[in-house]
């Protein structure tokens, strides 16, 4: 755990200019001869997010070349180790070809902040709320997952959600939310989802379409702060079931074209790894409600850090989905 005092030091001009000046050549070795002429600057989150800082820099260099960094604080949990973990990947294998993740370039521990170069092109969810797509794809989604999977990883294990989190989430959702008081289900009925929490496998954690970027001849994987050592249905959960997740956006998809796309992930993923495709089917819909748990487990703590900052409004739209996913939760059993 690293305490930090100011995750929007990022944000601020002076620091980042001296940052990007001070370690241009090791950020950028073929530029190490130009001068930087600019940084633009952009915040990413909104405003009422007090604990977490995404932002995002355009360089400009005196050759007319451009650079644009990405970087993500946070207060308390260490950026440290999604630094390493793609590191470790970009230097392993992920970093030419079709299937790739972002060039890592550093961790600050004050402010707790890790950087990365971007990577071009929309997210798989972006591209899903805005028109159909090949079910190609989707057997390539499936080629990339089974590459992660088979990585050698001796690190540490995914971060992963047990009962005692789901017990404190629905703890602290009572006292945000008294309406939601008689909601959760009892404890009993969702220990055997600790079986989950075990598992050798490299995993990635949050694989979900938002992570996904489709890039010209490229397909990129993002955001490596859960992942670890741990069970690979994990990653089949999350991307199988994020289609039956709330969406601020609803997708212009019928029942008959989400089946096909992940059907044709999940078989073929199966087929690359001599899985039994309906028994894979089968556990995921047993383990299906861990999805929902996990995204109001994320969503509950996320309006909490900044409850108190929030209008009404925002407060009543987090009251929706947790109602929504409270009963999608009751209705998994």
């Known amino acids: 755990m690293v305490m930090t005092k100011d995750v929007f030091k990022i944000l601020e001009k002076k620091y980042v200019q001296n940052l990007f000046e001070r370690k241009k050549n090791f950020y950028f070795p073929s530029l190490k001869n130009k001068k930087i002429l600019k940084v633009q600057i952009k915040k990413k989150t909104p405003d009422w997010v007090k604990e977490s800082c995404l932002a995002s820099y355009k360089i400009s260099f005196s050759d007319s070349t451009t650079k644009v960094v990405w970087a993500t604080a946070k207060i308390g949990e260490s950026k440290k180790r999604a630094f390493e973990t793609l590191n470790h990947l970009y230097n392993k294998r992920f970093n030419k070809g079709f299937f790739q993740v972002p060039r890592p370039l550093d961790y600050i521990r004050e402010p707790n902040a890790f950087f990365y170069q971007e990577v ?85 954690g949050d694989f979900y379409p938002s992570n996904i970027i489709i890039g010209q001849n490229k397909l990129f994987l993002i955001d490596f702060d859960k992942a670890g050592k741990g069970n690979f249905l994990l990653d089949l959960l999350s991307f199988y079931f994020w289609f039956d997740l709330p969406k601020i956006k609803p997708l212009k998809l019928s029942s008959e074209e989400i089946r096909k796309y992940r059907d044709t992930f999940l078989m073929h993923y199966c087929q690359l790894s001599n899985l039994n495709f309906p028994e894979i089917k089968a556990q995921l819909k047993k383990f299906k409600i861990k999805i929902f748990l996990n995204c109001l487990h994320y969503v509950t703590f996320r309006a909490l850090r900044d409850w108190r900052q929030i209008d009404q409004n925002l407060r009543s739209e987090f009251t929706k989905s947790f109602k929504i996913l409270l009963k999608k939760i009751n209705q998994s059993f």
């Open 120 to 204: 071009k092109g929309d997210s798989l969810e972006l591209l899903l709320e805005k028109k159909k797509l090949a079910p190609v794809l989707f057997k390539r989604l499936a080629e990339f997952l089974f590459q992660i999977h088979s990585l050698d990883f001796k690190g540490i294990k995914a971060r992963t959600l047990g009962i005692k989190d789901y017990k404190e989430c629905f703890e602290e959702l009572k006292k945000l939310t008294p309406s939601c008081r008689s909601l959760p289900p009892p404890l009993k009925k969702i220990t055997f989802l600790e079986k989950l929490n075990k598992g050798d496998c490299f995993v990635h």
